[in-house]
């Protein structure tokens, strides 16, 4: 059932893949880190860490549990592994908003000008590119949530079957025949999503936290000059 509507949706919401006990771990290592580090993003409206699983490398066990290994196995396919990891918390009041997008940029080691990867960022260090289609097309992505999230503290609003349009210009949207849907997930559950799903999410508005794990997986190497950043077995 998940992974069919995650194929034709372009995502699904699962619960019950942390423990309380797992989730409660995680919380208490994530509430005693420094602030003080260059991948560390940290505003009134936004706690951000890039590079995660490498910047807290004591909690990849009990974040790549066996529950998760198995729903990457059985959902995206063989060969999978680890390409990029960020920790995002929206604060109780926070005004942090994202508006409409796909996610187009990857994490890579360094800068090449080569055909077909554009639009070139740097973040904190990290360097950012628009790979080829086909390589979008094979992402997929896991949001671990460490508190309930609904419409009220920041769910994700995305827009059915968008992943299939290739890029979809936000600015395009018909809404006359598109349609948006809330992911509310529990505390414990994982959204499963396709990049190139068009999402947004809303500020806060009910003074509830909302911490999220944002995990991207490939099966793909890159052109060979290119190395993905974070690329690491599950």
């Known amino acids: 059932m998940y992974k069919t509507k995650l194929q034709k949706q372009g995502f699904a919401t699962i619960p019950?893949?942390?423990s309380n006990q797992e989730i409660n771990k995680l919380?208490?290592?994530l509430e005693s880190l420094q602030t003080e580090n260059e991948n560390f993003?940290?505003?009134k409206?936004?706690?951000a860490i890039r590079k995660f699983?490498?910047?807290?490398p004591q909690l990849k066990d009990t974040i790549l549990n066996n529950n998760l290994k198995q729903l990457v196995q059985e959902y995206f396919g063989k060969n999978y592994f680890l390409v990029k990891s960020i920790y995002f918390d929206k604060p109780p009041s926070s005004n942090w908003f994202v508006s409409y997008h796909q996610d187009l940029s990857i994490s890579v080691n360094k800068k090449e000008m080569i055909p077909g990867y554009t639009n070139w960022t740097v973040k904190q260090q990290q360097f950012g590119v628009q790979p080829p289609l086909e390589i979008l097309e094979n992402i997929y992505t896991i949001r671990i949530h460490l508190d309930d999230t609904d419409k009220n503290n920041g769910a994700l609003k995305v827009i059915p079957k968008s992943h299939t349009k290739g890029i979809y210009r936000p600015e395009t949207i018909d809404w006359n025949i598109e349609k948006e849907v809330i992911c509310n997930v529990l505390k414990g559950g994982v959204m499963l999503m396709k990049p190139l799903l068009l999402h947004s999410s809303n500020r806060t508005t009910n003074t509830q936290r909302r911490r999220v794990i944002h995990l991207e997986f490939s099966n793909k190497n890159l052109i060979e000059k290119l190395s993905w950043a974070e690329k690491a077995k599950i």
């Open 45 to 47: 409206d936004l706690f």
């Open 27 to 29: 919380a208490n290592a």
């Open 41 to 43: 993003r940290k505003t």
């Open 53 to 56: 699983l490498k910047e807290v």
């Open 16 to 18: 019950n893949i942390y």
